[in-house]
């Protein structure tokens, strides 16, 4: 097994990993702010993590990783969609604000983890929620105060504890800015009251509008009471500390976090514990778009986990959660990716011929094919790429060398390479893509023909963009299958053409 090296954004560089102690490695990755159901760019650092959190359990044991995933649960987003939902009960007297609140989040919070379920995400150790820690966030802030690293204003929406970021030298390290070129980038608009324009809020009154906790600070000899709520950073720093202690190893999320929000973990941790780093490596998954376009309502391609599972909204039909998984994958975490119709058509005929090929194992040797599945070691060639800052792109290209060298073996009987099938279906369920009975059924003729077709039509278009490599690759896949495709010209256009026919 090859070390585990992960791009730290933090260096800017590769590194090999090394836990602070192998016997508890601990990661906390960002979760969902629950103010909404969560869309499919939000499913992809779920499934990321979720894939670096079984490699580690892979390497180190399952019981030697703790992976935090918080839920946000204190935000202006979730207040004003509870007013929204419930305002006229709230303005009736028959549910209180707070009550508002915690059903939107609880309903969110449900559909999400039907959600990340049904994309075959692993629960994470533990997931705290921000309205679980107000009194450690209380209590840092305090911290901050006692060390000169944060003070008390007025502004325009009443008193603040600001975190003051010319206290720590080597502010903006993570997102390598200047200090003097820092834009707030936070929930709250920059305002005369602060002493830099890049300080931020990590306590702020609360108005009627708004759900509050009371605090007392101590600043400057005096004792302010303020009945508030949490800043949008102060929460991931307390509920790290908590579960994982005051430096870890891995903090993970999206590019987008980089500034303002894991900058400013990182200065209100540092500062409070003076210690020299949060976490030691900061990995981050690259942007989603959608059909070539930035995801927004405006452009009318916003779509959740939800509508794609259980609506026709994109491409007119479902998709299994299984397909959304491995589409995701299909692309290095790091890299941009175009979520489109294409590309879980071709995720699904995959998943198809995988399916296919366990059929084939389970019809001739459950017992064999169960003990694969079920044995990690089987799948350490694929763990070997995965090793390398989680490149499950070449990972899936083995995995389809073996699928045709499996089903090369299924049809000549060579019973000596049936053991590549075994180390296949190894690294499917290791990935965490579920090949079970409602998976087994797209091998019918009809889905089976439909599926063909699909990658008939994708080879011509890769064809015409003059991508004759994979379009090679889909024609030596659908060999491999026993499908042949022969090309011949439209005899009224001269267009190239493609009809195909299975060989037994």
């Given at each position: 097994?090859?070390?585990?090296?992960?791009?730290?954004?933090?260096?800017?560089?590769?590194?090999?990993?090394?836990?602070?102690?192998?016997?508890?490695?601990?990661?906390?990755?960002?979760?969902?702010?629950?103010?909404?159901?969560?869309?499919?760019?939000?499913?992809?650092?779920?499934?990321?993590?979720?894939?670096?959190?079984?490699?580690?359990?892979?390497?180190?044991?399952?019981?030697?990783?703790?992976?935090?995933?918080?839920i946000t649960d204190v935000d202006d987003k979730i207040n004003a969609r509870a007013l929204s939902d419930h305002g006229e009960a709230?303005?009736?007297?028959?549910?209180?604000?707070?009550?508002?609140?915690?059903?939107?989040?609880?309903?969110?919070?449900?559909?999400?983890?039907?959600?990340?379920?049904?994309?075959?995400?692993?629960?994470?150790?533990?997931?705290?929620?921000?309205?679980?820690?107000?009194?450690?966030?209380?209590?840092?802030?305090?911290?901050?105060?006692?060390?000169?690293?944060?003070?008390?204003?007025?502004?325009?929406?009443?008193?603040?504890?600001?975190?003051?970021?010319?206290?720590?030298?080597?502010?903006?390290?993570?997102?390598?800015?200047?200090?003097?070129?820092?834009?707030?980038?936070?929930?709250?608009?920059?305002?005369?009251?602060?002493?830099?324009?890049?300080?931020?809020?990590?306590?702020?009154?609360?108005?009627?509008?708004?759900?509050?906790?009371?605090?007392?600070?101590?600043?400057?000899?005096?004792?302010?009471?303020?009945?508030?709520?949490?800043?949008?950073?102060?929460?991931?720093?307390?509920?790290?500390?908590?579960?994982?202690?005051?430096?870890?190893?891995?903090?993970?999320?999206?590019?987008?976090?980089?500034?303002?929000?894991?900058?400013?973990?990182?200065?209100?941790?540092?500062?409070?514990?003076?210690?020299?780093?949060?976490?030691?490596?900061?990995?981050?998954?690259?942007?989603?778009?959608?059909?070539?376009?930035?995801?927004?309502?405006?452009?009318?391609?916003?779509?959740?986990?939800?509508?794609?599972?259980?609506?026709?909204?994109?491409?007119?039909?479902?998709?299994?959660?299984?397909?959304?998984?491995?589409?995701?994958?299909?692309?290095?975490?790091?890299?941009?990716?175009?979520?489109?119709?294409?590309?879980?058509?071709?995720?699904?005929?995959?998943?198809?011929?995988?399916?296919?090929?366990?059929?084939?194992?389970?019809?001739?040797?459950?017992?064999?094919?169960?003990?694969?599945?079920?044995?990690?070691?089987?799948?350490?060639?694929?763990?070997?790429?995965?090793?390398?800052?989680?490149?499950?792109?070449?990972?899936?290209?083995?995995?389809?060398?073996?699928?045709?060298?499996?089903?090369?073996?299924?049809?000549?009987?060579?019973?000596?390479?049936?053991?590549?099938?075994?180390?296949?279906?190894?690294?499917?369920?290791?990935?965490?893509?579920?090949?079970?009975?409602?998976?087994?059924?797209?091998?019918?003729?009809?889905?089976?023909?439909?599926?063909?077709?699909?990658?008939?039509?994708?080879?011509?278009?890769?064809?015409?963009?003059?991508?004759?490599?994979?379009?090679?690759?889909?024609?030596?896949?659908?060999?491999?299958?026993?499908?042949?495709?022969?090309?011949?010209?439209?005899?009224?256009?001269?267009?190239?053409?493609?009809?195909?026919?299975?060989?037994?």
């Open positions: 097994m090859s070390e585990l090296k992960l791009y730290n954004t933090l260096t800017r560089t590769k590194e090999t990993f090394r836990p602070i102690d192998p016997a508890n490695v601990r990661m906390y990755v960002c979760g969902p702010t629950v103010y909404d159901f969560a869309h499919i760019g939000n499913a992809r650092p779920v499934i990321v993590f979720d894939v670096l959190y079984r490699l580690l359990r892979h390497l180190y044991g399952a019981e030697h990783v703790t992976y935090v995933r918080n709230i303005a009736a007297g028959t549910m209180t604000l707070n009550q508002a609140i915690a059903r939107v989040t609880e309903k969110t919070a449900n559909q999400f983890h039907a959600d990340v379920k049904a994309l075959g995400c692993l629960e994470p150790s533990f997931e705290p929620r921000a309205t679980q820690h107000i009194p450690g966030m209380v209590a840092m802030i305090q911290q901050l105060l006692d060390k000169g690293c944060a003070y008390v204003a007025s502004g325009e929406e009443g008193a603040e504890v600001l975190f003051d970021v010319t206290s720590m030298p080597d502010y903006g390290a993570l997102s390598r800015r200047n200090l003097d070129e820092q834009q707030a980038g936070a929930r709250v608009a920059v305002e005369k009251h602060k002493r830099h324009p890049a300080d931020f809020v990590l306590w702020k009154q609360s108005g009627a509008q708004a759900p509050g906790w009371e605090a007392t600070f101590r600043f400057e000899g005096r004792a302010v009471a303020i009945l508030g709520r949490p800043g949008w950073h102060i929460e991931c720093s307390v509920m790290s500390a908590a579960h994982l202690g005051e430096t870890f190893d891995i903090h993970g999320g999206g590019i987008d976090l980089v500034f303002p929000h894991h900058e400013n973990e990182i200065a209100q941790s540092r500062c409070t514990h003076g210690t020299p780093v949060m976490a030691n490596y900061w990995l981050h998954n690259g942007f989603l778009q959608v059909e070539g376009k930035k995801m927004a309502k405006s452009e009318g391609n916003f779509v959740t986990i939800h509508d794609l599972l259980h609506t026709d909204k994109f491409g007119g039909r479902k998709w299994p959660g299984e397909v959304l998984r491995l589409a995701m994958l299909m692309t290095h975490y790091r890299e941009p990716i175009d979520f489109s119709v294409r590309r879980l058509e071709e995720a699904e005929a995959t998943i198809h011929r995988w399916a296919k090929i366990r059929k084939a194992y389970s019809d001739r040797n459950w017992v064999k094919l169960n003990s694969a599945e079920t044995t990690p070691s089987l799948a350490d060639p694929i763990a070997d790429f995965l090793a390398d800052d989680l490149n499950t792109v070449s990972a899936i290209q083995t995995m389809q060398t073996m699928a045709r060298v499996t089903e090369a073996a299924l049809r000549d009987g060579d019973e000596g390479n049936m053991y590549v099938g075994l180390r296949l279906l190894a690294s499917i369920a290791w990935l965490g893509i579920d090949l079970g009975p409602e998976t087994a059924a797209l091998s019918g003729p009809e889905i089976e023909e439909v599926l063909i077709e699909r990658e008939v039509n994708r080879r011509l278009a890769l064809i015409r963009e003059r991508n004759f490599a994979e379009a090679d690759r889909i024609r030596e896949d659908l060999a491999a299958q026993g499908i042949q495709l022969m090309d011949y010209k439209d005899p009224e256009t001269g267009e190239r053409r493609t009809k195909w026919e299975v060989k037994r």
